[in-house]
């Protein structure tokens, strides 16, 4: 099966879209079949983008199995926004929140939120190098936060929650980014659930933010408009000119996990397939591909190794890249190698990569038996 | 002439992109020819998206004619958010602003600002119904203001200034969301330029922020990132994930200005044609399409006006629908139709809408000269 640059894309973000949700928006961007204009000249104010925007908080619902009373808010600023809108919110009359560090971008969010409240460390994986994540004894929760907070996904160590960590007096709210819409969850165990579409949902630009109705009333509402959640949701992500194009592409995905997939059981079994052909190669040859991440704690969405050394690294990447496949290269914290595997890439794609990663990995054996360090292994 | 439905869009915004724009982006949805990927799926922290970034700076300046040191930063949020971060930023040791409200827009600002900080009106034309702008010997002007803001182009009144207003010893910052890069300007009085995208710029989703060195220095640098011009400017815009998509659209916009029109005095000759020819059938035709902006402050991008009653405003817009034009019903707020005529509509089109108004009126005139009311006019 050949498979396209496009579909070889392992980037770690922006992520790989679906073929058919790129070919929609190849026709949408000289014309939207049902407007007659490009995407880039319809009105934000239209009765059609007002339906885009209906179906889109629909469909979201739909596949989350969520409450109609739940609010979905298309928002701006990235989840870097949220990571200071939720203290300025929650924060501001000196309350407390809980946060897990798991990693680089909880480490991220927990160093915005200091700037605009106090917060309480429940956990930190600094001193094992973000090799794992915490059991829930391990967890320090108070019962008098405001919030707790964590990651579920960790893209840059590849470290994922495969349960819901947290108390439930305790409003928990979840940066999902990464693993959004990616399985099902209990995802009514949320206040709020926040995730930037560039991973699983769509292009960069536009953030998902889904509340829970008793959590969003119990928000302020003197804010400023663009950190005010009350004005986002009541004008249903219109409060101002939104980003359409982004919104539109993220409808275009959700009709795909509906129409095409079947929904978030399919689209898990197709990305636990990706994960096990990727890890397999790992636990088969645990000698040349080193996995990063603790086995309980492996991601569905990001597979993070290391090879012997940074040279057969490198040597690595660039016989991926002459073999087709792209943004394979480790987070730029760390280094080493990391296979993104979010919803739009298919199955195929991962099998050729672990085929390709048996392949360079025997070649690199049989050339280094019988002369050392040529480079001709790659 | 045939043009397509999208080159005769003559919405408020989102507006109306080149068309040669357009075809380029129609092209990078599926592969961007010098990367090999769609634009969604293209790492922000590329080499090739640093030069995509690199370069729309530089178009920017050299357009504009400002010095190397000018910071242009893209951001998300939208004009609202430079709205509330102007007083979170310069206000919050309160201090006071002045301000400017000439119409809807610039009373949105008003609105917003107010929950961050203390202003000052300079001048209100409320008592006009926003019908014309001040006179410089109107505005009242402070100079111990931390800033004087104004708002060069109300779309929704159709007002625009035809010249710098405040005082050049009180940093002087503007909101240029509908005419930036429509024309020259003395740019570099200005502290600090903002404008959305979707006018002249490119689509919904970005917000290009231009900032003086010296100003700029003044802001304080301890906010949290998405609020922090500093942090913005320190990574150019890529503090976090960027809007890939509608960054990459901007530098597409900025290319066809230089290359295909030939800088902003072109684009400026092409803006006032298209104006001119509409303006001339408001002026021949006075008894039936009336102009609601005084003829001094008539704005180059949005011809606002009325016809004799809301009736045959109505029949007006759905002839001119059946004809192939959009976007030229009036603001919600007003009503009434505007014609907003962008960079990215052609003199053509214009030309075809004058001929359209006059043949709409002529047909008005000849119906109800023989029969009252008769719907046929249309």
Redesign the interface.
Known sequence: MKLS??QL?F???????PESV??Q??TA???VPEV???I??????SEWFAQVVHELEDNMRQLMGLPASTRVLMM??????Q??MLP?NLLRNGQSADYIHSGYWSGKAIH?AE??GQLQLAWSGKADQFGRLPSDAELQLSKDAAYFHYISNETVEGLQFHRVPGRDDVPRICDMSSDLLSAPGDFNRYAMIYA?A?KNIG????TMVILRDDFMNSLPD??????NYHAQADAHSI????????IY?VLLVTRWLRDEIGGLPNIAKRNQQKADCLYQVLDDHADFYRGRAAVADRSKMNVVFNLPNAEIEQAFLQAAQLAGF??LNGH?SIGGIRASIYNGLESAAAEQLADFMQTFRKRYKATTQTTVRSPAYA
Chains 1, 2 share one sequence.
């Open positions: 640059a496009n894309n980037s770690g973000g922006p992520g790989a879209l790129l070919q928006l190849h961007m000289l014309c007659g204009l490009s880039l000249g319809i009105s934000h104010r701006q600023g990235g989840a870097t926004q990571f200071s300025m915005e700037k605009s930037h560039q292009p960069a630009g536009v003197d804010l400023p408009g663009f950190i409060y101002n000119t939104p980003p359409v194009f982004a592409s792209s943004g730029r």
